[in-house]
């Protein structure tokens, strides 16, 4: 009963910030992985950022350059990912997604993620 949904999702403009949120249940322990994804029409999925719950271990595609932060709150079993400096290739339905962490509580990549939320439409508008 893994289950999760985002939110925070809206329209800014070229350089703006935005927080999205992903809200997680059914997991008995935090040992397990959340990523975060986007997509556009026609194009692939692409893993944005992931996150260890168990170690706070992150992971971030070479895409953000430096400007999206993952982070967690366990006592909220919440996960977030702080988007700043957002430009238009940003836009995109941004979806987050879970899988059991590996034996020693790593996210080793964005394959394999099992469950998924609904998504968050993200446009930045120049």
């Known amino acids: 009963q893994v289950q999760l949904v985002e939110s925070g999702g809206g329209s800014v403009q070229v350089g703006g910030s935005l927080k999205l949120s992903c809200a997680t249940s059914g997991y008995a322990d935090s040992s397990y992985c959340i990523g975060w994804f986007r997509q556009t029409p026609g194009k692939k999925r692409e893993g944005v950022a992931r996150?260890?719950?168990?170690?706070?271990?992150?992971y971030y595609a070479d895409s953000t350059k430096g400007r999206f932060t993952i982070s967690r709150d366990n006592g909220k079993n919440t996960v977030y990912l702080q988007m700043s400096s957002l430009e238009p290739e940003d836009s995109a339905m941004y979806y987050c997604?879970?899988?059991?962490?590996?034996?020693?509580?790593?996210?080793?990549?964005?394959?394999?993620?099992?469950?998924w939320g609904q998504g968050t439409q993200v446009t930045v508008s120049s």
């Open positions: 996150i260890s719950i168990a170690t706070d271990s992150t």
């Open positions: 997604a879970a899988k059991p962490a590996d034996w020693r509580l790593f996210c080793q990549s964005f394959n394999e993620y099992k469950y």
